[in-house]
């Protein structure tokens, strides 16, 4: 038995969902309208300019396009993704997925995406557990904030902790694309940095 541990963004999929998500729920006009401001937020966060970096322009980011929006509207624009990632897909990625839930070994999603865009693909592959980055509700609307930290790096850690607490006892694949993954892939057994990128 072994665990087998996927980024997704860059590693399951070639593109980032993030973007492909708010122009598929807000439209490309919308999108294009914030671009400017999206701009200004990465390079702020880049150059250290926002205190809390990529994780604070991420969530001001977000913020513009989904605060307000019912929960019911968020998670029917989910479903509707959902249809799409299936040409963003790796084919690689897929057969190693298929491969792993062969052997009978544990799979799951650590991402630093939001986990309800994901997720109903992911169950449509046989995947059950997604970790990621998720959105605050307030009386069915969403706040535009957080619930929780954002899943990357030392956080991708504590959530492979939460849901194999034995992970150690059993061998560990992770597979992962960039250095949101570092610390993953450094607790692996059997690292994959990039492994599908080229296939």
Not at 70 to 80: P, R, S, V
Request: hydrophobic share 40%.
């Amino acid at each position: 038995m072994a665990i087998a541990i996927f980024d997704f963004d860059g590693t399951i999929i070639s593109r980032d969902s993030l973007p492909d998500f708010l122009i598929q729920a807000c439209g490309r006009k919308a999108f294009l309208l914030r671009l400017p401001w999206i701009i200004l937020l990465k390079g702020a966060a880049l150059t250290g300019i926002l205190s809390t970096h990529r994780a604070r322009a991420k969530e001001l980011v977000i913020s513009s396009f989904l605060r307000g929006m019912k929960t019911e509207d968020f998670q029917q624009a989910c479903l509707e993704y959902a249809s799409r990632i299936p040409a963003f897909v790796y084919p690689a990625a897929l057969e190693e997925i298929r491969r792993h839930q062969e052997e009978g070994n544990k799979i799951a999603i650590i991402s630093a995406s939001v986990p309800d865009w994901i997720r109903p693909w992911a169950q449509t592959v046989g995947i059950r557990l997604v970790e990621g980055t998720g959105l605050e509700v307030r009386e069915q609307t969403l706040t535009g904030r957080f619930s929780t930290p954002n899943c990357k790096g030392g956080e991708k850690v504590r959530r492979l902790r939460r849901l194999y607490p034995d992970f150690a006892s059993e061998t560990l694949h992770v597979y992962g694309d960039s250095s949101g993954d570092k610390e993953l892939l450094a607790l692996a057994d059997v690292p994959h940095y990039k492994p599908f990128n080229n296939k």
